[in-house]
């Protein structure tokens, strides 16, 4: 099983000194299926004065800190041993139809029947959230998902091809978009990056009638035969689960056209980007600022290396 | 249908019979007018126009760069409630505030109304106003919509008989009480003497009832609690019964920049020092609050409040969260939600509504357009509304198109004729529709209320559209014994 | 009290004393301008005025004249002059405003109607008016509002920092005034010798409603030297350096907190040296000198205070 160090460094440079400064962080791996956090620190420059560690309403832990002394530089530092268990794939072909999670869904939250745990528990990721609108654009995105959704097929492969295509269709161009960047605007320009794609991708099996939820995470990217790898050159990622009935959440990673297997490590998981940003917060001061953002994640000792390279991040 | 909502039914005067006789509570009201010359009433209208106008220059915004609030228009004939009407309408309103209050809990707790199949879960999960930030958050008393304003209208039965129904539930951040505190202030000073023909049951304790349900939603363990009233600003339109409430109650007026939040508790910034807030009646929505938690480009909140809140460190009047209880698509629910949790008949009965997202009340309402009004179910202000009497076959046919397109996001009601009262006009004395706005507190084990409300009439001859914005006024609101 | 409340209070009074300030300072100059045989540059005083309030960048942008008409109008009037007379009393109003619910009803009517009467009024409006009247008008709405607060107002803590906010601003302004005008009118360090001296040392003193008192006290000729005395030692003097400090130590005293210490300190410290300082060890530094360093210790003052009681950014 894959053992992975993870160090993700983000350091703010503000213009100004920042008199006072909250700060909300997604930073520590969730415990889940198929992944355990072993070990995890965080530390922050300057020394952050009150820290509170929780668990938010979709399961994440989160830690809460604050800083009250001015400073010109705000630098966070989270270190986390993660192992990951490779997981069991269904077979694509052997999944049920993907009819059946709509109806399953309609059946359990619109309808008089009596609610199931799962379906109440799952439904929070079926409607419209504040980063994905299910408005206008609404009927092209199911449009565009139903090409891939065709009757009777199988939910795995469809969820799959559907990734393929946006892989396909769309072109990875960080200059292209920022965090405020609509899914309608992402639709429309076919450009964008890995949270573009994921909340495209959410949008569209929402509008379909599935539930889909936003996964924030690490991704081991694979050297180049005979190369170092490249330290501090990662940067956070963001694929997409879908709920499957008899199966569960499935994942899937629109940016690299993959499923996620041992070499995705998943940091927290809500509605979309904004429920679990790593870092949000609110600064009193500080002018314009800058921010770098660096991630690492090196496989401990001799575990066994997954198989899917990653092409992109 | 009941006959009481049918279209073109003749209003339900609230002063006289439908033979014309004065009703038996408005009769002593009428010898008054009678025996007053109409030169003296008229030099009393104008005096509550100065006076209102003086205190329209102390307390609104006037001539500022910001604000464009306007006087609103005060009637000088009183809406008068018969005692024992008023006591069947509080058994009401404290009934269903009951199980708005019980639902809230349910929803952001074990959700069993949902379990149940009452009422379908998309209803809930599918609503901007659900939040789940609140999901176990355990708030004191288990209360959420401490101050809550709800609408009443009285449509005529067939027999002549009015029947009042619950239009709106607000259980937000409901305005007006200061109008209706003021509005008595005005008569009271103008008619002394009419005071003396009637009990009147006074209303003006109403700021200390509100002090005490504040008072009383305290987190667990504070024995004398630091209550604060918060608003958006001076520029926000009802800042004057911000500020009125606060001077009142004697808290402070506080706005978000007065606060901050240190290790999960809140603390306002004074000349002495941080003191600490244990309840706040916030008159600021939800996705204000905090920017933390909500719209990160908020300036009005406060960062960490939220999870001040959750650690149960601050009581938030109203809670967050209570709109997924008041929207138009949760309303046709509320008969349910009496029988669901408190296991009886809902004394106070809804409008007849169609939920458009079932398939027979779609076909019934298409069938009928003309005659009802359609609403958008997460529209607010009028937006998105069809009035189908008042409206052209153009604008019919468009609304159904819309309506085909998305039916989940519309309901539709019969056009109710609201009940009139006797109003002063330049011609002289007619009748105007009226509504009624009662304000619900609910705090430790109690519900209270003071007697009667705020009433709003539409000034315009036939218009059935009571607010402020759009040409409306407000009465006095009398409950007599 | 909260200390955004507090802090409106000050601004609405320190806003208020700047306006009526200004206007002593511009019915100076105007009846100065006025006098028959103005010598050398006349210039000179306008320059002054725009000079005492740090104006003279600003003024020199809008690329008007340096004539009388043109700076009163800069000074009353100006949209864009954040200093001016019309943009002070509506920051005065729109403090007051956004603490209605903590002032009396009559001081809300003051500053409001104060605001409303000049909001109107035009450049063009101006040049039709008696000057000297609407400069009367506008120190008589600032007398009507202290007098007002001190009349209706509950004399707790919010009472106390609207009358800091009056005594800091007028420290400030008038060691400002005394320093510009001081140089201005002597440039060569002796006595009052001819009449027109007489006259711009008769209107400074005016200005600050010293004329009278100044016979009173010193029974003598009008020497700059007496009349720097005046305005800075003399504690009676209502708008003397020493008269406002003695109100500033007092209320620091009644409102202090746990914070304040130093602040209390400082302000202490500045009274001291009115106190206890003589003319003659002023003059040893230098007047200006001696101004420049008070006006640099109220400015600093004033940040302590907003620091201590009115905008405490970081948390204990």
């Known amino acids: 099983m894959p053992l992975y160090d993870i160090a993700h460094d983000t350091i703010y440079r503000y213009d100004s000194a920042v008199m006072l400064s909250q700060q909300l962080a997604h930073l520590r791996p969730r415990d889940c299926a198929g992944q355990h956090c072993l070990a995890h620190t965080l530390t922050i420059e300057p020394g952050e004065e009150r820290r509170r560690e929780r668990i938010d309403f979709f399961g994440n832990p989160v830690t809460a800190f604050s800083l009250q002394a001015p400073h010109d530089t705000l630098a966070v530092h989270a270190r986390s041993r993660v192992r990951v268990r490779p997981s069991t794939w269904p077979e694509p072909a052997d999944s049920a139809p993907w009819e059946l999670a709509r109806e399953h869904l309609r059946k359990g939250l619109s309808g008089h029947a009596p609610l199931q745990d799962d379906a109440r528990d799952v439904g929070q990721y079926r409607f419209a959230s504040p980063f994905i609108p299910l408005g206008d654009p609404s009927a092209r995105l199911g449009d565009y998902a139903l090409r891939s959704f065709r009757p009777g097929r199988p939910m795995v492969e469809a969820l799959l091809d559907l990734a393929s295509r946006i892989h396909a269709d769309f072109r990875f161009d960080p200059a292209a978009t920022s965090v405020a960047t609509p899914v309608a605007e992402v639709f429309e320009r076919r450009c964008g990056v890995c949270q573009d794609f994921s909340h495209l991708m959410i949008a569209c099996l929402r509008a379909i009638g599935l539930a889909a939820r936003y996964v924030s995470g690490y991704l081991l990217t694979e050297p180049p035969p005979g190369q170092p790898r490249l330290i501090g050159a990662d940067a956070s990622h963001a694929w997409v689960a879908a709920w499957c009935p008899g199966v569960g959440w499935v994942d899937v990673d629109p940016t690299n056209d993959m499923r996620p297997d041992g070499a995705h490590v998943t940091l927290a998981w809500g509605r979309d980007y904004g429920d679990v940003c790593p870092l949000r917060g609110v600064i009193l001061g500080g002018g314009g600022h800058r921010v770098d953002v660096a991630v690492t994640v090196t496989p401990v000792g001799s575990g066994a290396l997954p198989q899917h390279a990653a092409r992109e991040r | 249908m009941s006959e009481a909502t049918r279209t073109g039914a003749k209003p339900y005067d609230e002063m006289h019979s439908a033979d014309g006789a004065v009703r038996p509570h408005y009769q002593p009201y009428e010898r008054w007018l009678h025996e007053m010359p109409r030169e003296l009433i008229e030099r009393k209208r104008s005096e509550a126009d100065i006076a209102f106008h003086r205190v329209g220059i102390t307390f609104n915004v006037y001539g500022a760069e910001g604000g464009k609030e306007r006087l609103i228009p005060f009637d000088l004939l009183p809406r008068i409630i018969p005692g024992s009407e008023w006591r069947e309408l509080e058994r009401g309103l404290a009934q269903r505030v009951r199980a708005l209050n019980a639902f809230l809990a349910d929803i952001y707790h074990g959700q069993e109304i949902l379990r149940a199949g009452r009422i379908p879960a998309d209803q809930i999960l599918d609503n901007a106003q659900f939040r789940p930030e609140m999901k176990g958050v355990k708030v004191p008393g288990g209360l959420y919509s401490m101050i809550a304003g709800i609408d009443l209208v009285r449509a005529a039965g067939a027999d002549g008989k009015g029947e009042f129904f619950v239009l709106e539930d607000n259980l937000r951040v409901p305005s007006g009480v200061s109008y209706m505190l003021e509005n008595r202030k005005m008569m009271m000073r103008l008619f002394p003497d009419l005071f003396s023909r009637y009990h009147v049951q006074p209303v003006d304790h109403y700021p200390d009832l509100l002090l005490e349900t504040l008072r009383a939603v305290a987190p667990a363990g504070v024995v004398d609690p630091t209550v604060v009233v918060m608003t958006p600003g001076a520029h926000n339109s009802a800042y004057f019964e911000h500020s009125f409430l606060a001077q009142q109650m004697g808290v402070e007026l506080v706005e978000g920049q007065d606060m901050f939040v240190q290790d999960d508790v809140l603390y306002m910034r004074t000349t002495q020092g941080p003191r600490r807030v244990d309840v706040i009646y916030r008159r600021i929505d939800d996705d204000f609050l905090d920017p933390l938690a909500f719209r990160a480009d908020s300036m009005l909140g406060v960062p960490g409040l939220m999870r001040a809140y959750q650690a149960g460190h601050v009581t938030l009047a109203n809670a967050v969260g209570t709109g997924v209880a008041d929207d138009k698509s949760i309303y046709p629910y509320v008969p349910e939600m009496v029988r669901f949790y408190l296991g009886e008949e809902p004394i106070l009965n809804n409008v007849p509504t169609w939920m458009l997202r079932e398939q027979d009340d779609l076909a019934y309402v298409l069938d009928r357009l003309p005659e009802l009004v359609v609403k958008e179910v997460h529209g607010a202000g009028g937006y998105g509304m069809l009035v189908g009497p008042a409206s052209t076959k153009a604008e019919i046919e468009d609304f159904r198109q819309r309506i085909l397109a998305a039916p989940e996001k519309y309901i539709a009601q019969p056009t109710l004729s609201l009940s009139t009262c006797p109003t002063f006009v330049e011609a002289g004395i007619a009748p105007r529709h009226i509504d009624l706005r009662p304000f619900v507190l609910s705090g430790g084990k109690q519900i209270r209320m003071v007697p009667g409300g705020l009433t709003r009439v539409a000034l315009k001859e036939g218009s059935l559209v009571v607010n402020s914005s759009q040409g409306g006024g407000t009465k006095d609101t009398w409950v007599v014994d | ?316």
């Open chain 3, 1 to 316: 009290m909260l200390s955004r409340t507090a802090d409106h209070l000050y601004w609405m009074a320190r806003y208020t004393e700047r306006a009526e300030n200004t206007v002593r300072m511009l019915d100076v100059s105007y009846r100065m301008s006025m006098l028959p045989g103005v010598n050398g540059d006349g210039h000179a005083d306008w320059r002054a005025i725009l000079d005492i309030s740090e104006l003279t960048d600003a003024y020199a942008r809008t690329g008007r004249p340096l004539s009388p008409r043109d700076v009163i109008e800069f000074v009353l009037l100006d949209r864009d002059n954040l200093s001016s007379v019309w943009n002070c009393l509506r920051a005065a109003r729109e403090n007051a405003h956004a603490v209605r619910g903590k002032l009396t009803s009559e001081m809300w009517e003051t500053t409001n109607t104060t605001w409303l009467e000049i909001r109107e009024l035009t450049p063009a409006r101006l040049q039709d008016m008696d000057l000297g009247a609407f400069f009367e008008w506008v120190k008589f709405r600032s007398h009507l509002l202290r007098g007002v607060t001190v009349g209706t107002m509950f004399h707790d803590d919010a009472f106390q920092f609207a009358r800091l906010g009056t005594f800091l601003e007028r420290a400030d302004n008038t060691a400002r005034l005394l320093d510009v005008k001081y140089h201005a009118l002597m440039p060569a360090g002796e006595d009052v010798h001819n009449a027109t001296d007489y006259y711009r040392w008769g209107s400074l003193l005016r200005s600050v409603s010293a004329f009278e008192t100044y016979r009173q006290v010193y029974r003598d000729v009008i020497t700059p030297h007496k009349v720097a005395e005046l305005l800075m030692l003399n504690d009676a003097m209502p708008r003397s350096l020493h008269a406002c400090l003695d109100e500033i130590v007092d209320i620091l005293g009644q409102v202090a907190n746990s914070r304040s210490c130093e602040t209390t300190r400082k302000a202490g410290a500045l009274h001291a040296s009115l106190h206890y300082g003589s003319m003659d060890d002023i003059f040893a530094v230098g007047l200006h000198e001696s101004l420049e360093k008070f006006l640099a210790c109220i400015n600093k003052l004033g940040d302590r205070i907003s620091n201590d009681f009115l905008m405490p950014v970081a948390t204990p």
